[in-house]
């Protein structure tokens, strides 16, 4: 079902997606599909809740390498953008959880409470990285890692929302010549970033 919905939101879009055609790409009736999922928006957060799973394994894993913290932060920033460019299903399920996910219809639900667990394990797990590229010298000590952290995805979100709308916003010559570099940008975007919190013998090492 869940790989049904996937295939079917990749398609057309989450906004175009019914429960009718999921149901029918999953070769169920529809009544079967809403014993699992009551409503379309618990079947997106279940999909949410994948995507999180694959990014704190991620998170997980850079935690785990023994690289130095310079390191583990190069490593996280390609990641965050890589992975929205490249998964862009949960990164649009992500958008979606954070608009709705305080409504009153959903907010008691189980899975919303699944999915604000795992993103808060995000934000820790990402954390503990800029905790640990301070403790070896790697990043300015004057920074809060927590900070660091809400920066650092708030400034990923930022860029793909840019990104994501060249498919649905008219933008002027200037914004869409550099539509066409979104690799140049992402780099430049996490070279600035790094300049700035990096310790300054560590630059250009």
Known sequence: ??????????????????????????????????????SRDELVYSINSKGFN???????????????????????FMFGVNFSHDQP?????FRYYELYSDSNDLEEKPIVKEC???RQILFTLSERIFQIAIQDGSIKSKYSPKLLTIIYWSGIRGLL???DTKSTVRHT????????QDHDI????????????????????
């Open 1 to 38: 079902m869940i790989q049904a919905a996937k295939e079917l939101i990749q398609e057309k879009g989450l906004d175009a997606v019914t429960m009718e055609e999921i149901a029918k790409r999953s070769e169920l009736s529809k009544g079967t599909l809403y014993l699992y999922f009551p």
């Open 89 to 93: 299903l949960y990164f649009e399920a």
């Open 54 to 76: 694959l990014i704190n394994e991620k998170l997980s894993e850079i935690l785990l390498s023994g690289d130095t913290g310079e390191k583990m932060l190069r490593t996280l």
């Open 186 to 205: 992402h780099s430049t975007y996490l070279e600035i970033i790094m300049h700035g919190i990096i310790q300054k013998q560590n630059i250009g090492e």
């Open 116 to 118: 604000e667990d795992k």
């Open 173 to 180: 010559p200037f914004f869409q010549n550099f539509l066409k």
């Open 161 to 163: 929302e840019f990104f």
